[in-house]
């Protein structure tokens, strides 16, 4: 039962221009969001989160956005540098399970060309 | 401030020994999780822990697997006659006992390849 759905593999974009990285889930409980980044051989790290209270959060380049309506949330990233490419993943939190453990999707890669 | 310390980085192992994966926790912080990726998968749960306790091991294989986090020294993940199947990267995790906003803090992972 994939909670956490990514249904991109893979992006590639332009030096300059904007990614869009989606991301959607299917448990309505979920009350907070995330966003990591992996370069290969590396472990993920933290690139950006979202309250269920909020519809947009914003750090520099970084804008996440959430749909609650539609289960949806995606990443911004203007203007996409090449040090942007790598795989990113959404992840979600559930409250109600009184543990702290995080759903991750399956991931996108992001490749920005120059 | 060093960050998660995962060891070994690369773990070989024949089919029937054992793996012993090693994390210690980011100085201040008492929870610790594992999490397993499977090639061309995405991260998948397998245990969270707090010293001397397992909080969820809901993601955990019934067997073979285990894990602990002692009141000192570095919190173990063991797997016991590995098969191919167990091949993937293994990352730990850690976070402060409120984990507020900013997530967890990764290690850079075990690739264990059993052959």
């Known amino acids: 039962d994939q909670q956490v759905k990514q249904n991109s593999p893979s992006l590639s974009v332009q030096e300059g221009r904007i990614s869009i990285l989606n991301c959607d889930y299917t448990?309505?409980?979920?009350?907070?969001f995330l966003w990591y980044k992996k370069y290969p051989a590396e472990g993920p790290t933290f690139l950006i989160s979202i309250s269920s209270i909020k519809d947009k959060n914003e750090d520099g380049r970084f804008t996440v956005f959430l749909n609650k309506s539609a289960k949806h949330l995606s990443l911004h990233i203007v203007p996409s540098q090449p040090g942007d490419s790598a795989v990113y993943f959404c992840?979600?939190?559930?409250?109600?399970?009184?543990?702290?453990?995080?759903?991750f999707g399956t991931g996108t890669r992001l490749q920005v060309f120059p | 401030n060093a960050g998660v310390m995962q060891n070994p980085r690369h773990l070989v192992r024949r089919r029937g020994q054992e793996a012993r994966l090693r994390c210690s926790p980011m100085k201040g912080h008492s929870h610790v999780y594992w999490y397993r990726q499977l090639p061309e998968e995405g991260l998948k749960f397998m245990v969270y822990l707090q010293k001397e306790n397992i909080i969820d091991e809901s993601g955990m294989p019934k067997e073979r697997f285990s894990a602990e986090f002692p009141k000192e020294g570095p919190s173990i993940l063991r797997i016991q006659q590995v098969v191919r199947g167990d091949s993937a990267a293994y990352f730990c995790?850690?976070?402060?006992?409120?984990?507020?906003?900013?997530?967890?803090?990764f290690g850079s992972g075990t690739r264990l390849t059993v052959v």
């Open positions: 448990n309505s409980m979920f009350d907070y």
């Open positions: 995790a850690s976070s402060p006992p409120v984990r507020g906003l900013y997530g967890y803090t």
């Open positions: 992840a979600a939190s559930d409250p109600r399970l009184n543990t702290d453990k995080l759903i």
